[in-house]
Structure formats: C-alpha cells, structure tokens
T-cell receptor, first 115, second 110 residues
Framework: DAGVIQSPRHEVTEMGQEVTLRCKPI?????LFWYRQTMMQGLELLVY????????DSGMPKDRFSAKMPNASFSTLKIQPSEPRDSAVYFC?????????????FGPGTRLTVL | DAKTTQPTSMDCAEGRAANLPCNHSTISGNEYVYWYRQIHSQGPQYIIHGLKNNETNEMASLIITEDRKSSTLILPHATLRDTAVYYC???????????FGTGTSLTVIP
C-alpha cells in the first residue's frame, strides 16, 4: 500500500496568492482529516470528512480556507488569499471504516511558506 | 475530550527501556488512551491504544493504572530511531477528533 499521498511536499508562495494542497487517502479509507502544525500551536485539526461529507470544520478559518472531497480518493485544502501566518506543515490523514478506535494514517505533509 | 499532561522532554540510553508517563486525571469511562509519535519532519505514527487493560504490540506496551488517571508507554529496548515526540491522547468512543497537545520529546542517547 502506498500510504497517504500529499502534494506538493513543499510550497513557497507570496502573500495574497491562492494555494491548493492535495491529498490522496489510502484506498478503502472513508475518513479523511486535515491538520496544521506550527511551532506555536502544535498539531491542530482543521477539518475532517466521512464518506466525502464534511463532518466537522470548526477548526478551519472559513474566511480564507476551504476543503473539498469530490471523490473517495482525492481531497483538496485551498487557501485564498494566503497570509504569512498560514505558514505551517499541513498533514492529511485517513482512517478505515468500522471501529471508532481505528488508527489514523498520516501522510508526509506539505510544508507551506507564505512570504 | 480529557486533557493530558506529559513531561516536555526525556532522555533514554540506547538499549534501555524508555518509560513515558502521561497524566489524564479527568478521563471519563468511555475514553480511550492513544499514543502516537512523530519523528522529525514526518507525519505522526500510531503506536498503541487501550481502554483499561494493559496492551502490548510489536512496538510498545501500554500500562494504564487501575483508576485510569495515568498511563505509561514503554519502549522495551530503545534505539536511536525511537528519538521522536510522543503524544498521549485521550479520545472518546463517539469522537473522531484527536487533540495532540505538546507531547514528550524523547531523545535516545548512544
């Protein structure tokens, strides 16, 4: 199994630009999570999906962030317009259906730098 | 979900057992204890979880006190590759969110 795939691995952009982060979950997993990690805040959950539907996006700044999951094998996290404070590592994770205690599998992350 | 408290950092000699403590004094009956770790520049990795019984797998052992207010993750023979930040998380059986906290930075010393 290829694991959770994220792209790009690194992104450098200028303030005000649109940024799109991509995630491919593990095949057969029906939960998908987006996290953000910074030195100051640690690892924070932004949004998660179950069967492509948003279940909780309370951690996501809605004025500039949007998350979509158009099909079971692809999700995007978009930031428009980007700001320097959005600089962070963004992780995507997926979880298989069934028991609630199933582990989450994390991708390698996308390191975003907004200048 | 209950809050957890972990030491900020710990050292362990290579080959020795690493014992990482976690306090979760406000844990409720339906909440599980999870441990994840994050090696530098990688995504977090699941280690183990438990409810009230001690658990063991190929990576580690989890010891939960009888009152469930604290737990200890044991890496029986620490290697240099075990150097990472270890997160203790308490999560209910009705939630999907993980609150990672600040974790314990474990350094395994040669």
């Amino acid at each position: 199994d290829a694991g959770v795939i994220q792209s790009p691995r690194h992104e450098v952009t200028e303030m005000g630009q649109e940024v799109t982060l991509r995630c491919k979950p593990i095949s057969g997993h029906d939960y998908l999570f987006w996290y953000r990690q910074t030195m100051m805040q640690g690892l924070e959950l932004l949004v998660y999906f179950n069967n492509k539907a948003v279940m909780d996006d309370s951690g996501m700044p809605k004025d500039r962030f949007s998350a979509k999951m158009p099909n079971a094998s692809f999700s995007t996290l978009k930031i428009q317009p980007s700001e320097p404070r959005d600089s962070a590592v963004y992780f995507c994770a997926s979880r298989r259906p069934g028991q609630f205690y199933n582990e989450q599998f994390f991708g390698p992350g996308t390191r975003l730098t907004v200048l | 979900d209950a809050k957890t408290t972990q030491p900020t950092s710990m050292d362990c000699a290579e080959g020795r057992a690493a014992n990482l403590p976690c306090n979760h004094s406000t844990i409720s009956g339906n909440e599980y204890v999870y441990w994840y770790r994050q090696i530098h520049s990688q995504g977090p990795q699941y280690i183990i979880h438990g409810l009230k019984n001690n658990e063991t797998n190929e990576m580690a052992s989890l010891i939960i006190t009888e009152d469930r207010k604290s737990s200890t993750l044991i890496l029986p023979h620490a290697t240099l590759r075990d150097t990472a930040v270890y997160y203790c998380i308490v999560r209910s059986n009705t939630g999907n969110q993980f609150y990672f906290g600040t974790g314990t930075s474990l350094t395994v010393i040669p």
